[in-house]
C-alpha cells in the first residue's frame, strides 16, 4: 500500500481476483480501504491483497461488517451464495452505481460542518432553489413537471437556477428560470464531477435543492450540506419506483429533509428501508380537467381509438409490447386504431416492426406533440393503453383520465392510485398483453361500459383537483424546511 493515509470502513469485497483489485484501487481513490476481502478460491484464505487480508466466505459467520460488495463477475451467483450464508439482502451491495452511492457516502460521512457557514437569508425573504435536470434539458415526465413547478415558483417570488448537465439527448430548453451547465464531458470520474456540482452549489447558497434524480447533484448536494448544514436543504423527489432511487435515498436519508413521492406504493417501501414517514410526502399536480367533461365515444361497432403518450422507449415504457397488443386485438377481429404519440430511443424500431407486421392500417406513429395539444389528443381517444413494467406514477395516465379516455394499464406504481380497477378503468398484471387485449375488447363489445367508466375516470381526476392547490402546497413545504 501507498503511503497515503486510508480510512478503513466496515465493508467487505466478495472477489479478489482482478474485478476485484480494480474496485479496490478505486475505493481507495476515495481515501478509504474495506476491512477485508472475501474470496472462494481456498489458496487465497489469509493472503494478503495490497494489504488487505482474504478471507474464506466461512468467516462471514464471524466476521462484523455493514455492506458485502460483490466484486466479481459473477454476481448473481455470488448473490445466492451470500444469502445462503445468512447474509440479510440489505447488506449486499451490487452494481456500479450504488458502489460509487456508498464510497461517496464514506468518504464524506465525517467533514466536518465549516466554520463559516453561510446563513440562510432573513426570516420572509424567499431562498433561491435549484432544479436538478441532471439528465440534461431533455424530453421527459420529469422534465416537463420541473418547467411546471419552475413557473409556479416564478409566479410566487422564488428565485431559482436549473442545474444541468451536457448530457446528449433532444433539447426542451425553458427559460422560466437561468440555467447553470455541468461540463462533464472530458471528467475522469464520477467524484470529478461531483466535485464541479459541489463548487455550483456552493456559489448559490443558502438555497433549497430539489433533486429529480439519485446521481451526481443529489450526491453534491448531500456533500454541500454536511458542509453547510444551515445554509441548504434537500427536497428529494422520487420519480420511478426504481431500486437506483431506493438504494441512493435510503442510505443519505438524515441529509434529506423532504422526501416527496409520486405514489403510495413508493412511500411504503421506502418507510420500510428506513425513511421517517414525517419526511415524506405524496406528490400531487394539476392536469388540465374541465369541471363538465364535453366529448363522445365511440359508440355501435365504430373503431375504438386507442392511445398512447409517452417515451417512445422499451426500457419501463415497454412499447414494444404495443405492436403485440395490437396484433392480438386484431387477432379477435376488433376494429381500432392504436395512435402513439412521442418520442424516443425505440421510435425507428417501432416504426419497422409496424411495417413487419403489417399494422400500419392500425397502428399509427404521431410523433412528439406539444403540451398544450395533449387534452385534444386525449378527447379524441376512448382508451388509454399501457404496457409499462415499471413507472413511477404516470402523468400520461391522470392527464388521460381527466380527459374521459378509460385507462387499461399494467400494474405498476402509481397505477392503483387513480384506478379503480372495473369502475374507471382495469389494472393487469405487468406483462399480461393477453389481459389487456381481454379488457379492450370487453369494452369494444360493451360501448355503454366504456362511457361510462370514461366519466368515472374524469371525475375522479376533477375531484382530486378541486382539493389541490400546488402553489399554496409548495410555499407551505418550502417554508418548513427551513423551520
Not at 127 to 134: H, T
Not at 224 to 251: C, F, G, M, N
Not at 270 to 286: A, D, H, Q, R, V
Request: glycine fraction near 8%; hydrophobic fraction near 35%; charge should be negative.
Amino acid at each position: 500500500m501507498d503511503d497515503r493515509l486510508y480510512r478503513t470502513v466496515e465493508i467487505l469485497f466478495f472477489g479478489a481476483g482482478k474485478k476485484g483489485r480494480y474496485w479496490l484501487d478505486y475505493c481507495k481513490s476515495y481515501g478509504l480501504v474495506p476491512m477485508g476481502m472475501v474470496d472462494n478460491n481456498p489458496a487465497l484464505n489469509g493472503s494478503m491483497c495490497d494489504d488487505v487480508r482474504i478471507y474464506a466466505p466461512d468467516s462471514l459467520k464471524t466476521l462484523s461488517y455493514n455492506h458485502i460488495f460483490i466484486t466479481c463477475n459473477r454476481e448473481e451467483e455470488i448473490y445466492q451464495q451470500l444469502i445462503g450464508l445468512g447474509v440479510p439482502d440489505e447488506k449486499i451491495i451490487k452494481t456500479r452505481h450504488n458502489f460509487m452511492n456508498h464510497f461517496l457516502y464514506y468518504a464524506t460521512e465525517k467533514l466536518e460542518p465549516l466554520k463559516n457557514s453561510v446563513k440562510a437569508a432573513a426570516e420572509g425573504h424567499k431562498e433561491k432553489v435549484l432544479f436538478d435536470l441532471q439528465n440534461g434539458m431533455v424530453l421527459g415526465g420529469v422534465e416537463a413537471w420541473t418547467y411546471s413547478l419552475a413557473e409556479i415558483l416564478k409566479d410566487n417570488g422564488y428565485q431559482g437556477l436549473y442545474v444541468t448537465t451536457d448530457a446528449k439527448g433532444p433539447i426542451v430548453m425553458n427559460e422560466t428560470y437561468p440555467t447553470q451547465i455541468l461540463t462533464y464531458e472530458g471528467l475522469p470520474d464520477e467524484k470529478d464531477k461531483v466535485a464541479l456540482c459541489v463548487k455550483t452549489m456552493i456559489e448559490n447558497l443558502p438555497c433549497v435543492m430539489v433533486c429529480n434524480f439519485p446521481q451526481n447533484i443529489f450526491w453534491s448536494a448531500c456533500i454541500v450540506k454536511r458542509l453547510y448544514p444551515d445554509s441548504i436543504r434537500i427536497i428529494a423527489v422520487q420519480h420511478s419506483d426504481d431500486e437506483l432511487y431506493y438504494e441512493t435515498y435510503s442510505l443519505w436519508k438524515d441529509l434529506i429533509d423532504e422526501c416527496m413521492v409520486i405514489s403510495s406504493r413508493i412511500e411504503e417501501k421506502l418507510i420500510m428501508l428506513g425513511m421517517e414517514k414525517e419526511k415524506t410526502c405524496c406528490l400531487g399536480w394539476e392536469v388540465p380537467c374541465e369541471e363538465n367533461l364535453n366529448r363522445v365515444w365511440n359508440m355501435g361497432k365504430a373503431p375504438l381509438q386507442i392511445g398512447y403518450v409517452g417515451r417512445v422507449t422499451k426500457i419501463s415504457k415497454r412499447v414494444d409490447f404495443l405492436p403485440i397488443l395490437a396484433e392480438k386485438l386484431r387477432e379477435k377481429g376488433i376494429r381500432f386504431q392504436m395512435n402513439i404519440a412521442g418520442a424516443g430511443d425505440y421510435e425507428e424500431v417501432l416504426k419497422q416492426k409496424i411495417e413487419e407486421e403489417g399494422l400500419n392500417d392500425c397502428v399509427r406513429l404521431t410523433g412528439y406533440i406539444d403540451r398544450e395539444k395533449i387534452p385534444e389528443f386525449w378527447m379524441k381517444q376512448d382508451i388509454m393503453a399501457g404496457c409499462s413494467e415499471r413507472e413511477g406514477h404516470s402523468i400520461s395516465q391522470s392527464e388521460a383520465m381527466a380527459s374521459g379516455a378509460v385507462p387499461v394499464i399494467t400494474d405498476v406504481s402509481g397505477a392503483r392510485d387513480d384506478v379503480t380497477d372495473g369502475y374507471n378503468g382495469y389494472v393487469v398484471p405487468v406483462g399480461d398483453i393477453d389481459a389487456l387485449a381481454d379488457r379492450i375488447c370487453k369494452l369494444y363489445n360493451e360501448r355503454d361500459l366504456l362511457a361510462q367508466m370514461g366519466k368515472n375516470a374524469h371525475e375522479t381526476i376533477f375531484r382530486r383537483q378541486q382539493e389541490m392547490n400546488e402553489t399554496a402546497f409548495w410555499d407551505e413545504l418550502l417554508r418548513k424546511v427551513w423551520q
